[in-house]
């Protein structure tokens, strides 16, 4: 297998309907906000939206 070198951040966008029927869509980005926040989740749903930031980095482990 060959590397590819990248010059953007990585950008991983999953879209699936669950088995209720109901859609969920998970977007992963990287790289720097403009906005100085160094992680943002954002949940939408039908009767609004949560916003949870923080000004450090988090861990991802799958």
């Known amino acids: 297998m060959a590397a590819i070198s990248a010059d953007a951040p990585d950008y991983i966008s ?18 720097d906000r403009a906005d100085g926040d160094a992680f943002v989740w954002e949940i939408e749903g039908s009767k609004g939206k949560i916003v949870l930031r923080a000004q450090t980095r988090h861990k991802l482990n799958l």
Do not use: H, K, M, Y
């Open 14 to 31: 999953v879209i699936v309907n669950l088995a209720n029927g109901a859609p969920l869509s998970i977007n992963f980005q990287g790289g």
